[in-house]
T-cell receptor, first 118, second 112 residues
């Protein structure tokens, strides 16, 4: 988990509320990612950012929003439009997004935030 | 979009035995990566194998890649109770060099 912090570790939200998950890295990495993990499942990409002030939708972006105003920070907001937000959320970073012919580099993961909607 | 499919979904072995997990994928890749996740924690990168490589080793880990069969395997030799975790393969499709697509994982239990 070193180098990437996520807070809080556990988060409870009432239906209809927006909530923001924090992700900070001190690895000087350009690329950052948000994933969602449901029980017994693999990771699904929500949003990613190749560089500061840039971000793109992943496979399941509906009901989520992000910003990338600083290189080290990539907060994720889970909005009330997300119909089934209860899940484990993982943030990751990598030195660069990827290089033609080589592909993606390894990603470094934070410890995760477990979000429960009450 | 789940590209990697892992087999078996769950594996239970005794300490000292070898554990083999398999990953199959659908499209051409740049590289394939294996990650480990302890229960309720983040993922930890184990090994990366490029599409032009057939085998890589790292300590007790051995990864093979067969691009003609679109499959990879992870072998953990002389397993220990501390190896108990979920293991995921992640592929990097040629069509998008920066994104990882994760399989659903294999849950490994090593009994002491």
């Amino acid at each position: 988990d070193g180098g990437i912090t996520q807070s809080p570790k556990y988060l409870f939200r009432k239906e209809g509320q927006n909530v923001t998950l924090s992700c900070e890295q001190n690895l000087n990495h350009d690329a950052m990612y948000w994933y969602r993990q449901d029980p017994g499942q693999g990771l699904r990409l929500i949003y990613y950012s190749q560089i500061v002030n840039d971000f793109q939708k992943g496979d399941i972006a509906e009901g989520y929003s992000v910003s990338r105003e600083k290189k080290e920070s990539f907060p994720l907001t889970v909005t009330s439009a997300q119909k089934n937000p209860t899940a484990f959320y993982l943030c990751a970073s990598s030195p660069i997004f990827g290089q033609p012919g080589q592909g993606a580099h390894e990603q470094f993961f934070g410890p995760g935030t477990r979000l429960t909607v009450l | 979009s789940q590209q990697g499919e892992e087999d078996p979904q769950a594996l239970s072995i005794q300490e000292g035995e070898n554990a083999t997990m398999n990953c199959s994928y659908k499209t051409s890749i740049n590289n394939l990566q294996w990650y480990r996740q302890n229960s309720g924690r983040g993922l930890v990168h184990l090994i990366l194998i490029r599409s032009n490589e057939r085998e890589k080793h790292s300590g007790r880990l051995r990864v093979t890649l067969d691009t003609s069969k679109k499959s990879s395997s992870l072998l953990i030799t002389a397993s220990r109770a501390a190896d108990t975790a979920s293991y995921f393969c992640a592929t990097v499709p040629r069509s998008n060099t920066g994104k990882l697509i994760f399989g659903q994982g294999t849950t490994l239990q090593v009994k002491p």
